[in-house]
């Protein structure tokens, strides 16, 4: 199964995260997010950031979670490269990102994020096999 893809969109941009429970598809959109943030194999995961979510439904904490990474991101001027849910349900999110500070030197941003929108958004079973769960977000660049 793959993690994510770029779908196209007129004026942003898109991503399509795939995973066999909540937890692994939040993880894989965050892959998705920072993936075209930057190459992540450049990005050493050795300071950690914990994040502690609530929201009203599984589809604003995705919003909330991809846009708490992209504050943190801009804020502490850090990249994200590697990302663990350790609970998850519609309504609650526990997770541990890991990441270092940008390096000028090591680091190229290839796209900036604004924030992770509600346009178009939705979570449901995905035409893969049966029991995959799919999201799709457009951010705001």
Do not use: C
């Not at 399509?16 to 998705?32: S, V």
């Not at 943190?72 to 541990?96: N, P």
């Amino acid at each position: 199964m793959k993690r994510f893809e770029l779908i196209e969109h007129t004026a942003d941009m898109g991503i399509k995260a795939y995973g066999k429970d909540m937890g692994e598809l939040f993880t894989n959109a965050a892959y998705g997010m920072a993936s075209s943030m930057t190459d992540l194999e450049k990005v050493n995961p050795k300071e950690s950031q914990d994040i502690s979510l609530e929201a009203e439904n599984r589809e604003e904490l995705l919003v909330s979670w991809l846009n708490e990474i992209i504050y943190l991101s801009a804020s502490k001027t850090m990249l994200f490269s590697k990302f663990e849910v350790s609970e998850i349900d519609d309504r609650h999110l526990k997770a541990k990102i890991f990441g270092e500070g940008f390096d000028i030197d090591r680091h190229k941003i290839e796209t900036e994020f604004k924030a992770a929108t509600y346009h178009r958004l939705k979570i449901s079973n995905s035409t893969l096999p049966e029991g995959v769960l799919q999201a799709e977000i457009i951010f705001d660049i």
